[in-house]
């Protein structure tokens, strides 16, 4: 059985972020294809910016807390990262989370749930860079919400039905490319 994350990548308080990624696990669980979603939420990591001076007293669980973010994001096969974009790119918070990493996610896919004021195709396009160089496989559909059109007040969620089809699709991606490429780290780690 495959096991993709569906990454929530905001901190912010009152982000849309957890309702989107809630949808996309709804979403995904309903569809029965025999892989295990889970949410995983950045706001359970304390990752300060990597490199960063650390206070001695807070160094053993900074490192507990980037150990279990780096042990829970090699569990899975393949990733579903929410994002959204701020100011043209994707948080901080969730590029900083991916510099955290590099082996945990190599030779596995990922694909895209954003949202934005123009659906947050900016921020994708920029976390298609970050992958590449992670050695992540990113999918071709991504399903792009706008703030304008899939929010009430820019804050409530409401997804036009529209989204079912590239939401299919990505999932449909995300699963074969995720298979794929789990026979090539299964190959690699017996050579």
Do not use: C
């Amino acid at each position: 059985m495959l096991k993709v994350g569906i990454i929530i990548g905001s901190t912010r308080q009152g982000r849309n972020g957890e309702a989107v990624a809630n949808w996309t696990y709804d979403f995904a669980t309903k569809r029965n294809d025999n892989v295990e979603y889970e949410v995983v939420d950045l706001v359970n990591y304390n990752l300060p910016f990597l490199g960063a001076a650390v206070p001695e007293a807070e160094q053993e669980n900074v490192a507990a807390s980037a150990k279990a973010w780096s042990e829970k994001m090699a569990s899975f096969d393949g990733y579903i990262f929410v994002t959204p974009e701020y100011n043209h790119a994707p948080s901080a918070v969730l590029k900083n989370a991916l510099d955290y990493l590099n082996p945990e996610v190599n030779n596995k896919a990922a694909g895209f749930v954003s949202y934005g004021s123009l659906g947050g195709a900016r921020a994708i396009e920029n976390l298609r860079l970050i992958l590449g160089e992670l050695q992540v496989a990113d999918v071709r559909t991504a399903v792009t919400f706008s703030l304008m059109t899939d929010f009430v007040n820019f804050s409530e969620f409401k997804p036009a039905d529209y989204h079912v089809t590239n939401a299919n699709q990505l999932l449909d991606q995300v699963i074969a490319w995720s298979g794929a490429l789990k026979t090539v780290r299964v190959e690699k780690a017996t050579v």
